[in-house]
């Protein structure tokens, strides 16, 4: 399984992206699909993830900035943010988790936020 993360950059406080995870087969075959985060000196933690049936979950840090998607036929899975904080700068990185508990990380895109 490949999975291939993209729209990071570097945005001022306040800023929107949208981050995409385009993944080589099926994104509904997984039990679920989602972005992480791992700042620097820091452990990687969730950001959101939707399940195979539609459910989502955000970290509570998300405070509605954030909202995960995905399209089924282009088996890719979404992350728009907005209201960028500088604490949000990271890299970002798509996981799909297979209902065997098998996870299946992209490459990690960067997110820089300036004050």
């Known amino acids: 399984v490949q999975l291939q993360a993209s729209g990071g950059g570097l945005v001022q406080a306040g800023g929107s992206l949208r981050l995409s995870c385009a993944a080589s087969r099926s994104i509904f075959s997984f039990a679920s699909t989602g972005w992480y985060r791992q700042a620097p000196g820091k452990e990687r933690e969730l950001v959101a993830r939707?399940?195979?049936?539609?459910?989502?979950n955000y970290a509570d840090f998300v405070r509605g900035r954030f909202t995960i998607s995905r399209d089924i036929a282009r088996n890719t899975v979404n992350l728009q943010m907005k209201g960028l904080e500088p604490d949000d700068t990271a890299v970002y990185y798509c996981?799909?988790?297979?209902?065997?508990?098998?996870?299946?990380w992209g490459q990690g895109t960067q997110v820089t936020v300036s004050s």
């Open positions: 996981n799909a988790a297979s209902a065997s508990t098998v996870d299946y």
């Open positions: 939707i399940t195979q049936r539609a459910t989502t």
